[in-house]
């Protein structure tokens, strides 16, 4: 059954990020981004092709059904929603692009309303709250690192030093990065699920639940601009769990 778990989450995730560049393809006018953009699609095609006929083995013998695309959509109806970028030019890890935006469409669009303006919170919670801010730039660095390697990696003088330099470097800071944002997001998401219960519950965590969130004129990323602050924290919630879903890895 993990293999059938594994295969239907990756096979989720797939057609998400074929949907996203599909999206890319169809409105770029770069002749050179849409060869690479194609060969991506490509490559995702394939893997798709190649989860799905695990799942169909699986299915024929009782194990589980099919994941099919309006299920994928439903499972991101978040994700679904933001755009991709490459994180580099010539960017072959599609995986890591998706996450990289996610978290930057996070870092524009949720984090701003997480803060005292926005969200009033009780004294021990405020506390608890303000621990998010700084943990995320810790995500932050970890993600600058990596980019600035794969950066030096991709210099023509970098064979000539990479006999000095571990080359599994990159891979290592990736699974950094996903076991970084795993951590992250669970804590995250176990904070928010709390305030919603509570306000559910007839509790005051929250201070000013219905109070609608005007953002500020000159943020340009205004996502949650007119939602109530509970419905705020509902949407902030729901990315947080997409993301862990996007993620896969196991809580042990």
Known sequence: MAIVSRAKNELSK??????????VLKTSK?????RRVAGDIKEIRQAISNLQ???EVQKKYG??????????????????????QKVFQDSRDSEMDALISYVDYFEKNYLPVLSEYYVKLDYNHALKRDIFYPKFMELKKIIKEYMYEIEVQSREEYNTIAVYKDKSIVYKMRQQYYLSLDRFYRELSAF????IDDHASGGSIILNPLDIINMSEF?????????TVINGIIEMSRF???VLRFLAIPNL
């Open 14 to 23: 797939n057609m998400l990020i074929l949907k996203q560049l599909e999206g």
């Open 30 to 34: 770069d002749p050179e981004q849409r």
């Open 53 to 55: 006929s695990i799942i």
């Open 63 to 84: 194990f589980s059904d099919a994941v099919d695309e309006e299920e994928s959509e439903e499972i991101f109806k978040v994700l679904n929603r933001i755009p991709v």
């Open 192 to 195: 928010l699920t709390k305030i």
């Open 219 to 227: 943020e340009v990323d205004r996502k949650l601009d007119g939602y």
């Open 240 to 242: 947080c769990d997409e």
